[in-house]
């Protein structure tokens, strides 16, 4: 074998949310040789970088990549680290409402989904990513006023609960103390010194090296290829696109774009009084029966993001329903072409803005909220979620195996065959955990 080529049993694309999990529990077995590849660099990131009152996106961030879209002046960040957007996110870390798993394929039965999201969360507290509750103290004022104003008018989720519910559902987060706990701490690190693990940073992969349009034999990056029996795809939902789109793939049919979902936010926007106390960025949130997310986010967005200027603190009301965005081939990264906002989407947070307004006008914002400074934005932003362009049960089985391509497994957000009422990370994680469980058990 050239120094230009390198082999293994297995080679993962991307060691973020998902790459982390099945590396490790792909190298449990030791005569299995996984190769990782991970574009970001080989230093992890520190406590300054984990901080949870700081999101590491912004102006020449050392752990993150930015994605052009067709909405004026917003961009699509994410990870770019040993650990993925897990490095950088927000910290929030909610399971899906149990119907949102309707529609998975059979084999997904609520069983193995609780059994895998209790891996993570420890069924409602610890677990391998140290998952903790936003604490009273840790609400902030803002936080207090939205649980106390919603506490009169809907149920509250208890704290000893796994499941979220419609509601009131105060933010867990995957952290120790105010560090966020990253996928690569809780599962690649204990990998590290395994013989058949080799984990490579600061190595970007092109495109897929394929065998007559139909079988995937490995993976070019600018340095070396590496040959493997199968390839993972766990580059996250815009990562994989990318490489999928600049391969020469027979079940993509030559498209020049792949369709994803997002999550489509109206910003309800306010001046305070005092500024805030520091904290996590998002700590309670409410689940509507039709579908919305209420976030209630503590600060300005400015607070947490460097170069980002200052647009007020916000109350979010975000359409977990799927809204389209077009993910088209790039140079580099592909670029998001946002649709219209789903009609139904449109038109829940249009009426979630109008209860947001009339809350931030009620006396328990009386002491936060200046006066006559509410606005709600004119058109809605989206959330860093894109996800399911490749879903499981339509474009790869329940474990990810590409339908009509040898060799080819996704394992990120891609395969999400349907959105959720809560963000996407520990459902990610999830699906992860499950199929790197089954593989491992098999391989
Ligand atoms: C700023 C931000 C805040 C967020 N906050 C939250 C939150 O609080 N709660 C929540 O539920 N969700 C949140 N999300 C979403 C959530 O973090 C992601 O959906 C999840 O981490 C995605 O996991 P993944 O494994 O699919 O991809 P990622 O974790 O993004 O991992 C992909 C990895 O692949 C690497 N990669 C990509 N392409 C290549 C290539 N060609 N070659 C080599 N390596 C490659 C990337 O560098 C990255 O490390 C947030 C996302 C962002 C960006």
């Not at 390198?6 to 030791?30: F, H, N, Q, T, W």
């Not at 005569?31 to 009152?53: A, K, Y």
């Not at 990549?65 to 917003?74: E, Y």
């Not at 489509?264 to 306010?270: E, T």
Request: hydrophobic content about 40%.
């Amino acid at each position: 074998m050239s120094a230009d080529v390198m082999s293994a049993d297995v080679v993962i694309v991307g060691a973020g949310s998902a790459g982390c999990v099945l590396a490790e529990k792909l190298s449990r077995a030791p005569g299995r040789h996984v190769v990782l590849l991970e574009r970001g660099p080989g230093r992890w990131p520190g406590p300054e970088e984990r901080d949870l009152r700081r999101l590491p996106i912004g102006d020449h961030a050392p752990y993150a990549v930015r994605h052009t879209t067709d909405l004026d002046g917003l961009t699509a960040a994410r990870g770019c680290a040993i650990g993925g957007s897990s490095a950088v996110n927000g910290g929030y870390f909610l399971r899906w409402h149990p119907e949102d798993f309707a529609d998975w394929p059979d084999s997904w039965g609520l069983d193995a989904i609780d059994a895998a999201y209790s891996e993570l969360d420890g069924g409602g507290g610890g677990g391998t990513m140290s998952v903790s509750p936003v604490s009273d103290d840790e609400l902030g004022d803002a936080g207090r006023a939205f649980e106390r104003y919603w506490s009169a008018r809907t149920a509250v989720r208890s704290l000893r609960d796994r499941w979220p519910v419609v509601g009131v559902n105060r933010v867990l987060g995957n952290r120790s103390g105010m560090l966020r706990r990253t996928a690569a701490e809780a599962y690649l690190d204990q990998a590290l010194d395994r013989p058949n693990l080799r984990v490579v940073p600061d190595c970007e992969v092109r495109r897929l090296e394929v065998a007559g349009r139909r079988r995937v034999t490995g993976v070019h990056t600018e340095r070396f290829t590496v040959r493997a029996g199968e390839v993972v795809l766990a580059g996250g939902t815009l990562g994989t696109a990318q490489l999928l789109l600049a391969s020469d793939l027979e079940s993509l049919g030559g498209a020049a774009f792949l369709a994803a979902g997002e999550h489509r936010g109206l910003a309800v926007s306010y001046r305070r009084k005092e500024p805030a106390e520091p904290g996590m960025v998002l700590p309670t949130v409410l689940h509507t029966d039709d579908g919305l997310e209420i976030r209630c986010y503590r600060d300005d967005f400015a607070t947490y993001i460097d170069g980002l200027p200052r647009s007020g603190s916000m109350v979010e009301v975000t359409a977990m329903h799927r809204s389209p965005v077009r993910l088209v081939a790039g140079d580099e990264r592909v670029r998001l072409e946002f649709g219209e906002p789903s009609a139904e989407a449109a038109a829940a947070m249009r009426a979630g803005a109008d209860e947001v307004v009339e809350m931030l006008h009620s006396s328990e914002f009386a002491g936060i909220v200046v006066p006559d400074s509410v606005s709600v934005a004119a058109v809605p932003g989206f959330s860093q979620h894109a996800w399911g362009t490749m879903p499981m049960g339509v474009r790869t089985d329940a474990l990810g195996a590409v339908h009509g391509t040898e060799g080819l497994r996704i394992v990120d957000g891609s395969i999400l065959p349907t959105g959720g009422r809560s963000g996407p990370h520990a459902t990610i994680m999830m699906v992860a955990v499950h199929i790197g469980n089954r593989l491992s058990d098999t391989g």
